[in-house]
């Protein structure tokens, strides 16, 4: 039997909603096998408080190595990098492989506003890592910090963002519309269109993991031979469905349900064209 690979390079989230939790589950949805190469372990409770456990890049290459040599890739993604030293790493480490299909969701911010990468790190991300992705998945405030901190508020504003972002030198770059009114509307850009995803917008607050789930879906589609536009419209309609039966637990912001896979219906993701 064979199967499609893929490899998520992020972080350990130990609520298990976010980072390579999230990834692996999806990587399972999507029938491809998941492997990990961990960058940091984040535990945040009252008690022990803000906590972001970078691991040394001696580690991460293990992983790395292992991966490549014993199971193969056909698709990557990278989440939470956090420094400049992994940033820097990861893209000299990719530059060294044959990897074609790969996605960089460039995680900066979390959804209360928390920082996910160190400051001196920002610029190693625009200049090393974005040049090397097949796609990049900014949400409003990636995508605005990336651009200067060119403010985002309109589906216009998403395009405009898109069409400079492409100037960091990815294949494509996806815009998500998560924090606009209205109906979730993401912009897909390769340079010539747009493709703008438009799904019903779940009113809940449970989202935990949903940009990480959303990225890793694209890297499972592309894993399995998808282009990069049918990739994140099946991946809209993944993340959609696993928003509506979104998880409560005992406290904070519950994760999305990726068992939820499969409970859709298109008008999770209805796609317009437009030319650029």
Not at 204 to 209: A, V
Request: charged share 20%; glycine share 10%; with cysteine.
């Amino acid at each position: 039997m064979t199967i499609q690979r893929a490899l998520t390079i992020a972080g350990s989230a130990a609520r298990g909603g976010a980072g390579i939790q999230a990834d692996l589950k999806t990587f399972q949805e999507f029938d491809v096998f998941g492997t990990t190469a961990v960058t940091a372990i984040v535990a945040r409770n009252p008690r022990t408080g803000q906590g972001i456990f970078p691991q040394s890049w001696d580690a991460i290459e293990a992983q790395l190595v292992t991966i490549e040599k014993d199971i193969g890739v056909d698709a990557l993604k990278t989440g939470m990098l956090f420094t400049k030293e992994i940033i820097e790493n990861v893209a000299y480490w990719i530059k060294q492989t044959a990897i074609q299909n790969i996605v960089v969701d460039p995680v900066m911010i979390g959804k209360m506003g928390s920082a996910l990468v160190k400051e001196d790190a920002m610029e190693s991300m625009k200049n090393q890592l974005i040049p090397l992705a097949t796609l990049i998945t900014p949400n409003m405030p990636e995508a605005s910090y990336l651009l200067g901190g060119t403010e985002l508020n309109t589906v216009e504003d998403l395009k405009e963002a898109a069409r400079h972002l492409m100037k960091l030198g990815s294949q494509y770059v996806l815009v998500k519309g998560g924090r606009l009114t209205g109906p979730a509307i993401d912009v897909l850009c390769d340079g010539q269109q747009f493709y703008l995803l438009e799904a019903p917008r779940i009113d809940t607050i449970h989202t935990n993991g949903a940009g990480c789930s959303y990225s890793a879906a694209i890297t499972a589609g592309l894993a399995k031979g998808q282009n990069v536009p049918e990739a994140v419209m099946e991946a809209k309609k993944f993340i959609t469905a696993g928003i509506r039966y979104s998880l409560t637990f005992k406290a904070g912001v519950g994760p999305t349900y990726h068992a939820a896979y499969g409970k859709y219906d298109e008008t999770d993701c209805k796609v317009t064209i437009e030319q650029m």
